[in-house]
């Protein structure tokens, strides 16, 4: 596969399960996290399912232009530092999971809470990126921020749109997800701990 290839098919999937679930009523409740109907292990599956549909095409689209371009870096890291990329995916996946678990201990007993969105996923990918190259930057409609800028701005929209409330979208999930993406990346390959602490420091103005 290319070195670009894991991060292209999880959007693609990601993707494609979301427009089937804005057609599908269903399938949207089937895939859901739903704290609330999970009283059983064969239930646990909505922790990962949650964060491949989405509440709108926004939601999706959001989520995904991150996933692309800041996945692509992350996945060619990970091959850089002799890393499979398959632990790129499970580092993935693994944060959209991690990240819902807050949620689900917290709201078993709300009938009404549901989340969804690959928040927690796209978080730990972002947040490995920062481990890697944290000043690096990332263009954003053309304007380049760097990696940290872009990940503590991200975090501040989640913040804020978590206490506006009233929303499926599971925004405290970006906070977990970033926790565990940066440490997941630490544990995997701790040798660059020294030199994200000497790049985050040699910052000049």
């Known amino acids: 596969m290319s070195p670009i290839a894991f991060t292209i098919t999880l959007v693609l999937v990601t993707v494609l399960l979301s427009i089937a679930a804005f057609n599908d009523n269903r399938l949207a409740d089937k895939l859901i996290l739903w704290p609330a109907k999970m009283n059983r292990p064969g239930e646990y599956y909505r922790l990962l399912t949650s964060g491949f549909i989405h509440a709108d095409w926004m939601h999706l689209l959001f989520n995904m232009f991150t996933l692309f371009f800041i996945g692509r870096a992350v996945e060619q890291a990970f091959l850089m530092y002799g890393l499979t990329p398959w632990l790129y995916v499970l580092m993935y996946l693994a944060g959209i999971v991690v990240a819902s678990l807050p ?3 917290r709201k078993r007993n709300n009938p009404y809470y549901r989340s969804l969105g690959a928040s927690g996923g796209v978080a730990a990918v972002l947040f490995s990126l ?5 000043w690096a930057e990332l263009y954003i409609y053309f304007l380049p921020v760097p990696n940290i800028v872009f ?3 991200y975090l501040i929209y989640s913040v804020y749109m978590s206490k506006r409330g009233n929303s499926t979208i599971n925004h405290d999930a970006h906070f977990w997800g970033a926790i565990f993406g940066f440490v997941f990346t630490l544990l995997i390959e701790p040798s660059h701990g020294a030199n994200f ?5 040699s910052f000049r103005f």
């Open 197 to 201: 602490l000497q790049q985050l420091l």
């Open 103 to 105: 949620s689900f201990l």
């Open 130 to 134: 920062v481990y890697f190259a944290p």
């Open 151 to 153: 990940a503590i701005l």
